[in-house]
């Protein structure tokens, strides 16, 4: 992309995101690649989506599937050659589609050559990237700080070499870069603008707001399990980072930058996003999928008020200050069909759209995820061998002595929240392997493709597939979803979510029945009296807007009401 300033394309696009790995194989070694994605183009181009969000393609050995990178500049080797990537940009670019692609730099690989050179040796010229410190105790063999990994143990490692550790807030093959070096601030700008010039429209920023430690690497405060976050979670010097970033290179382009934001609140979230800040365009938030995280765990019930109360304070909070990045799915997360509407089986495809119309005419970017579009669901996980996820694998070091016993509770409770839920190969078609590969995937097809795919859902006119594509274009230059005000109705109930968005005279009415029965519903007296237009309806037959509805499960309407 040439230098240009901002024109926030990203306020009316809908983005789709690609996590290559899953997506398609195209050489039949059972890992999707680039060329496999080139192969689906016409697949994104025809559901209407902007922009696509690609997870890391970069150069790794893969410990955490590509967010371990040990070549910033050049294309996993499984995923095929730089020349692939850039005959993909170009068939994206043809078909109006532009390019966001992940930005890891909270960490490396510790198969970078930047930390094969910092832990040679404490005068090397690579040391003050990462961030060393002497250990504590007697023979400083135990670690500098009480900090614990995102993924279990501690977030220290030790290194013989120099006798020191290096910090890591991700496993520990992933070393936290120290942003306190102006020359790593430099490198990511370098490598920013390098991919802007091969093209590219943005990128999503991999935990960025972990990327500021405090001084002194402070213990955390006492926690059993996570320790440390108060001390770089929106650290000391973020937003200073940040804005040096936007200024020497995302400024310069007409990009879109989100960035992941776990844990931040809207006050947070409006000093990154806001236009005037020059920092972000829009962040990740995590309340929605955090508000029923525990029914996955203990006893306890999906609730829909708490969803509610997310969306509603997100949209108020955000409303002409900041941007909405808007999601249910993504590569960390279960299946959303799963999250929020438990008990949906019967019931899955009015399910699907049902959730697609209560996120999606939210102000904010929408972002869905492979598979989202079809209505894919959790796979039926059993044995620890069927997950790949280095997380599940690192829980299941940790309850090791008893791994045969514990197996099959630990599996029940971690089959349901596991990021490889989301991982499953994408499901092209009912022949072998989902259309996905020619031969074996290196994580197991969902049983459920031979019911739950691409080309069923393309020949069936009412299948979620063909909603989401009325969806998009619904949305596509709607004013009022882009602009219009938020306005909840009936915020405690506990069934239906209902909500609108005003703009100069027109109304956009959303009314959602999140259980799988019948629900009575009763329209504001000032909404059911004006003359409505049936805009999206996920049972499909023509239905007014009366005072008094019995909604069927899971039944969903968009009105447009003048
Ligand atoms: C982000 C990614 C996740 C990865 C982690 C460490 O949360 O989305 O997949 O494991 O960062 O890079
Ligand atoms: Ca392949």
């Not at 013989?160 to 990511?188: C, G, I, M, S």
């Not at 999906?302 to 969803?307: A, E, K, Q, T």
């Amino acid at each position: 992309m040439s230098e240009q300033k901002k024109t926030r394309w990203y306020k009316d696009a809908f983005v789709y995101q690609i996590y290559p790995r899953s997506f398609s194989d195209s050489n039949g070694d059972g890992i999707g690649d680039i060329p496999g994605i080139i192969s689906k183009l016409d697949h994104l181009k025809d559901l209407g989506v902007d922009a696509v969000w690609l997870s890391p393609c970069y150069k790794s050995p893969n410990d955490d599937n590509g967010y371990d990178i040990s070549d910033y500049r050049d294309i996993m080797d499984e995923f095929g050659t730089l020349d692939d990537w850039k005959n993909m940009i170009k068939g994206m670019h043809d078909r109006g589609i532009k390019l966001i692609m992940d930005l890891v730099v909270n960490h490396t690989s510790d198969e970078h050559q930047w930390f094969k050179e910092s832990r040679q040796s404490k005068d090397n010229p690579y040391r003050d990237y990462y961030i060393w410190r002497k250990g504590k105790g007697k023979n400083g063999k135990k670690p500098p700080n009480n900090w614990t990994s995102r993924f279990g143990g501690s977030a220290w490692e030790y290194d013989a070499t120099t006798e020191e550790w290096y910090l890591h807030l991700f496993t520990k093959k992933q070393p936290d870069l120290n942003w306190d070096n102006l020359k790593v601030r430099q490198e990511v700008i370098d490598i920013c603008n390098y991919w802007f010039n091969l093209g590219v429209d943005g990128f999503r920023c991999d935990v960025i707001t972990y990327i500021s430690k405090a001084a002194g690497l402070p213990d955390g405060k006492f926690n059993l399990v996570v320790r440390g976050d108060e001390h770089f979670t929106h650290g000391p010097n973020i937003h200073e980072y940040l804005k040096q970033v936007n200024r020497e290179s995302w400024s310069k382009y007409d990009t879109m930058i989100v960035g992941e934001a776990a844990g931040v609140t809207i006050d947070q979230a409006l000093l990154y996003t806001a236009e005037d800040r020059e920092e972000m365009d829009c962040a990740f938030q995590f309340e929605h999928y955090e508000s029923n995280f525990w029914m996955h765990i203990l006893p306890k019930k999906f609730d829909l008020r708490r969803i509610q109360k997310v969306f509603s304070r997100w949209q108020f909070g955000l409303m002409q200050k900041g941007w909405n990045a808007l999601y249910l799915e993504n590569h960390d997360q279960p299946r959303s069909l799963n999250s929020y509407t438990p008990g949906f089986e019967g019931h899955r495809e009015e399910a699907a759209k049902m959730l697609a119309i209560a996120i999606f005419m939210q102000q904010g970017t929408p972002f869905m995820y492979q598979g989202e579009e079809i209505g894919m669901t959790n796979y039926p996980f059993r044995s620890y061998d069927e997950c790949k996820d280095v997380v599940v694998q690192n829980i299941r070091k940790m309850l090791n002595p008893l791994d045969k016993i514990f197996e099959k509770t630990a599996m029940k409770l971690l089959s349901r929240v596991s990021r490889d839920n989301a991982r499953t190969p994408m499901q092209w078609n009912a022949s072998e392997n989902a259309g996905f590969s020619s031969s074996e995937p290196w994580i197991k097809v969902n049983p459920n493709f031979t019911e739950i795919n691409v080309e069923k859902d393309k020949e069936n006119p009412s299948s979620i597939l063909n909603f989401y594509k009325k969806l998009i274009a619904f949305r596509k230059g709607n004013e009022t979803i882009i602009k219009g005000s938020f306005k909840e109705n009936d915020p405690g109930n506990k069934e239906i979510l209902c909500y609108e968005r005003w703009y100069h005279g027109e109304r956009l009415f959303v009314v959602c029945n999140f259980k799988n029965t019948e629900v009575n519903f009763r329209a504001p007296l000032d909404a059911a009296y004006l003359s409505c237009e049936l805009a999206l309806h996920n049972y499909g037959y023509d239905r007014p807007l009366l005072q008094s509805l019995v909604l069927r499960p899971y039944e969903a309407m968009v009105y447009v009401l003048k």
